[in-house]
């Protein structure tokens, strides 16, 4: 019987963890890694995207849809450096990912040889909670099973370094039972944690004490739906989301006002303006301008992690614990408020957000309107859809116009905000589940970042899917354009074209020359159906939809300071500039 090595033992205990997708890219530090995971018949499953930041872009996704541990494989020096922004996602959105690294061999160790980089260095800020570098085989049970547990109980990045020679050794079946040699075991079950009963008793007090409370819930409440909309209708309170949080509270009940902030609806900064008690659920939503002012709300917040409490807004409790356990706990504490009267006034605010919102899609733009083109995706979506957002400005009309209804699910870069996300998130949704649509709303820039690359692999892997539905939405208007409106109202500077404009790029046909299905859309009149058309394909769909970038994604209420900035970046030379300017008129009246 021949020996095991240290790489089978590695793809063992992956198995051991549940691991049952790794997502990698093939180089010579993990060749022993690699062979092993052929010796075990490909199991777990190894997904190869065209680049090392997609594949830890994709174990963060795949972390934030699943809910389980997100694993990439990369190899040492270029490898690890191209995969650190992912993981930088995973680690400021607080998700379990661990990350594999190849090293060159320890015999060569500390010569500058080729591709040689100080890993633990390089990673001990990602993965700060976990990072060890291999130097025998008789680490190998604790190591990994550390990496793991670590992941999952710090909801972290966590690293392994394993040296390309020590891929090769010999694996002992189990460490010597001696001084300094480690058995460890498989497994994590996340414990049960709920304030004590006086924080909740002080908590509720707060909360009955108010007459307008608004809910700003974020990640934290994906688990607690049912919990959130029973506190809402017991304080007759509303509910705003931060973007991560999208997904918590179906965006069709009448008391929720939908995102907040510099991307929120107005009905969402109304409330935050009107309200006397916030409830903030698992969010460090970092706008704070856009929270009630200081001295306006007396505030409760809940999260699982303590550190993150009171850092947003002066609460005056803070409970530590799980948000839909709290919740539950916290329920029966809470008197009901009959009137429904703050409800009922913001029925009224949310009405005249959407109208405004329709209003927004319908104006006129050259070609498309790109809150036209959400407008019409959101009448037909799929049920059970999962929606992986972009950075840039598809995000901010994918806040303001895609309504989730339960079932659904949505991600994106949140804290990290990182452009050319979508992509992988969406190829991560379709690996967990197969079975159902999903969605990727992306700029061209963020496309022509690392979306194109992606496009292959999603050629590669479709055929594999039950349900072939991944509609790719590419907002195509040829410059980078949310940036550009930041420059204009937050600095009062105007477009700069050298590092705005992009290059003229046919999304639709490149997608086509992939085997993948495209529509490019360029009018009004051809846009319903080719949303429609979008989610009854037979096979991966990309909607090339070429719009206006001078349709602002500003907020619903400009300050006195934004609208001189921008007055004084419109008083300079700007090729976009009388369009724009038609443009924040037209928004300025509504």
Known sequence: MATKKVSDFLVERLTA??????????????????????????????????????????????????????????????????????????????????????????????SYYQQEIDLVALFKDVAHEHVQLLSTPDQLHHAIDRAFRTALAERAVTALIVPHDLQEKDAPELPPHEHGHLVTSV??????????????????????????????VGAGGLGATDEIIDVAQRLDAGVAKALLGKAAVPDDL????????????????????????????????????????????????????????????????????????????????????????????????????????????MAEAHPLNPARVFWELNRVLPDELVVAGDCGTATFWYAKYIDLRRGMLASLSGT???MGSAMPYALAAKVNFPGRPVLALVGDGAMQMNGLNALITVAQQWKSWSDPRLVIVVLNNHQLSYVTWEQRAMEGDPKFAPSQDLL?????????????????????????????????????????????????????????????????????????????MHQVERHLER
């Not at 009004?524 to 939809?545: H, I, K, N, S, Y």
């Open 17 to 110: 963890w549940g691991v049952e997708v790794v997502y990698g890219y093939a180089g010579d530090g993990i060749n022993g890694i690699l062979g092993a995971l052929g010796r075990a018949g490909n199991r777990p499953k190894f997904i190869q995207p065209p680049h090392e930041e997609l594949c830890s872009l994709m174990a963060t996704g795949h972390a934030k849809y699943s809910g389980k541990v997100g694993v990439c494989l990369v190899t040492q020096g270029p490898g690890a450096v191209h995969a650190l922004n992912g993981l930088y996602d995973a680690k400021l959105d607080h998700q379990p990912v661990v990350a594999i690294l190849g090293q060159v061999a320890q015999s060569a160790s500390g």
């Open 416 to 418: 990290l905000a990182t």
């Open 254 to 361: 009448p008391f929720v006002t939908g995102s907040v902030g510099w991307l929120g609806t107005r009905a969402s900064n109304e409330m935050m303006k009107l309200c006397d008690t916030l409830l903030i659920v698992g969010s460090q939503f970092p706008y704070t301008e856009f929270l009630p002012k200081v001295g306006q709300a007396r505030a409760v917040q809940i999260d699982f992690d303590g550190k993150a409490l009171g850092n947003r807004y002066p609460t005056e409790l803070n409970l530590v614990g799980d948000s839909a356990e709290t919740l539950r706990a916290l329920l029966p504490r809470l008197t009901p408020k009959t009137t429904g009267r703050f409800q009922e006034r913001l029925r009224g605010l949310i009405e005249a957000s959407r109208r405004e919102q329709e209003s927004t899609a």
């Open 504 to 580: 003229e790029f046919p999304f639709a046909r490149y997608a086509e020359l992939l085997g993948l299905d495209a529509i490019r859309v360029a009018s009004p009149e051809t846009l319903q159906v080719a949303c429609q058309r979008a989610f009854t394909a037979q096979r991966p769909l990309l909607l090339e939809a070429i719009t206006d970038p001078n349709v602002p994604p500003l907020p619903p209420e400009l300050t006195k300071q934004q609208r001189a900035k921008l007055q004084r970046a419109f008083s300079q030379d700007d090729n976009d500039l009388p369009s724009a």
């Open 187 to 216: 497994g994590y079950v996340p414990p049960r944690v709920v304030p004590q009963d006086d924080q909740l008793d002080r908590a509720a007090e707060v909360l009955n004490a108010g007459s307008k409370v608004a809910l700003l």
